[in-house]
């Protein structure tokens, strides 16, 4: 245990491990949640990017022989461009079961002319001239388009960025209210020490040197709250991880680096904890004669 | 080392306290601080120990004018004084041995060289076999002495005392004078302030009679007994 001058209370040795516990086990769900929905993302994010569809409208009056023809066309010129993975045709099957949730499983008896559709993956990194083979398509079946899902890619962007302020609103609304907390907490502290705090000026101590006394006072007690905390917040996101509904456990995980960034969040809070007893100390003594 | 220069002291918008009070104290003097209750003894070592400064009037404490020094300037310069207060002011969570150690840990003393020393001058106080203890296990003279070795670890400059023999017996504050004495011997300058005459009579130093916040004379040297 530290040594310090000051004789031990309920304010430090109850309420502050519980409030900087308290404040470290949501900011913990926050940073975790944030962490782990931005993985989510970026997993979306990823399979967007690595994959188009090129959509093929059916020409006119054309029979069934040429309509193959074409497909093939479009298909050899697809997979001689660089960078593409695969590219498949779909099938009426396929393409009916893509348009279910918006038209009904019974569409497909309603012989609506479908254009067909190629969904190519390609190979990830892999940077392809869209508007240039978008003409070499058009030269194999006119009217031929792509579809890159920019709508989509554009949606998630910004969901990830609503994701990231909100989940930095929440943690500089905690740690804004864990810090006023703990000035609370100090000022009562300095109010019950004012007769030690009297004796230490008298006999030659310095500002600095109480308010380290006080910081001392708190830290192994705020250490252990935000271990504590942040502990509480781990346990309860592994729970959910796992058991809430229709959330499987890949969809929500943390990388090894992620962790260890989550690990951080204990002494950082202590040390926020810290400088902020030392800011209310230092403030208050100067009011002092 | 201490001159007061027409000092005027009060507290708030209340009464004068000390009024017009000069007085210069050598380096190595020992002096007593007499008076009865009330006069304004312990104000007047409020004033010496930097707890207070003067409405007006000036007070210069080694060649500085106390009225222009910054808070870390007043903290280190009470690190150069040692106070016995009248009430020891120990802190009662700590033992005696960290009680005494105070100064020197405020100062920066490296905690091996601070526990041989605290360590020495309790024993030599006589309390070599309550090195742990509370102060609240203590007796009242313990106690006392306890606050002494606080005052004195350090090597002040100027020690001040107040009423430093209210709480032992005749005995006890003929050997604490000599304490006083000894140190005094070592380079210090001492105040000692008391309103116990039959024992100032008894010790050969110079007085300084205060009444109603007024300094009326600073009495020559008695003859030796």
């Known amino acids: ?289 | 080392m201490v001159v007061f220069e027409d000092v005027l002291l009060r507290y708030g918008a209340g009464p004068d306290i000390l009024q017009k009070v000069s007085f210069s104290l050598a380096p190595g003097s020992f002096h007593f601080l007499v008076g009865q209750s009330g006069a304004g003894k312990s104000s007047l070592l409020r004033v010496l120990y930097l707890a207070l400064k003067p409405a007006s009037g000036r007070v210069t404490l080694f060649g500085r004018d106390i009225a222009g020094l910054s808070r870390a300037e007043t903290a280190t310069m009470r690190r150069r004084i040692g106070v016995v207060f009248q009430d020891f002011r120990l802190l009662g969570h700590l033992s005696a041995v960290d009680n005494v150690a105070l100064p020197l840990r405020i100062a920066g003393t490296p905690e091996a060289e601070l526990r041989k020393n605290t360590r020495e001058l309790l024993s030599w106080v006589g309390l070599g076999q309550h090195l742990e203890a509370l102060p609240a296990t203590l007796s009242g003279g313990q106690q006392q002495r306890v606050a002494i070795a606080r005052a004195v670890i350090g090597r002040p400059n100027l020690l001040l005392a107040d009423e430093p023999t209210g709480n032992v017996d005749d005995r006890g504050a003929v050997r604490l004078m000599h304490l006083f004495e000894e140190l005094n011997r070592l380079g210090t300058t001492v105040v000692i302030a008391t309103h116990n005459e039959a024992l100032v009579g008894r010790f050969p130093h110079r007085q300084l009679r205060i009444e109603d916040g007024q300094l009326r004379a600073v009495e020559p040297l008695p003859a030796p007994a």
């Open chain 1, 1 to 289: 245990m530290l040594r310090h001058d000051l004789p031990p209370d309920r304010d430090a040795g109850f309420f502050l491990p519980a409030i900087v516990g308290f404040m470290v086990f949501l900011a913990g769900l926050a940073l975790a949640g944030r962490m782990a929905t931005e993985n989510l993302l970026a997993r979306w994010q990823s399979s967007i990017e690595s994959a188009f569809t090129v959509e093929l409208p059916p020409g006119p009056e054309e029979s069934q022989g040429a309509a193959e023809v074409r497909q093939q066309a479009v298909l050899a010129v697809i997979a001689a461009t660089p960078g593409v993975a695969s590219a498949t045709l779909l099938s009426d099957a396929e393409k009916w079961r893509l348009l279910s949730p918006w038209l009904g499983t019974e569409a497909a008896s309603l012989d609506l002319p479908l254009p067909d559709l190629v969904a190519v993956a390609t190979v990830p990194g892999a940077a392809i001239d869209l508007v240039a083979l978008t003409g070499r398509l058009q030269a194999a079946s006119p009217g031929a388009s792509i579809d890159d899902h920019g709508r989509w890619r554009g949606a998630i962007a910004g969901l990830a960025r609503a994701a990231d302020l909100a989940a930095l609103g929440l943690l500089l609304l905690i740690g804004a209210a864990a810090a006023a907390t703990v000035v609370f907490v100090t000022r009562a502290a300095l109010s019950s020490h004012r007769r030690v705090i009297e004796i230490l000026h008298l006999i030659g101590a310095h500002d600095g040197y109480i308010a380290g006394q006080f910081q001392r006072h708190a830290l192994v007690p705020g250490l252990l709250g935000a271990v504590a905390g942040s502990l509480a917040a781990a346990a309860a996101f592994e729970a959910a991880r796992r058991w809430l509904p229709g959330v499987s456990p890949d969809q929500l995980s943390l990388t090894p680096l992620q962790w260890a960034g989550f690990a951080l969040l204990a002494p950082g809070a202590t040390l926020l904890a810290s400088a902020t007893v030392r800011y209310t100390v230092l403030r208050a003594l100067k009011r002092l004669v």
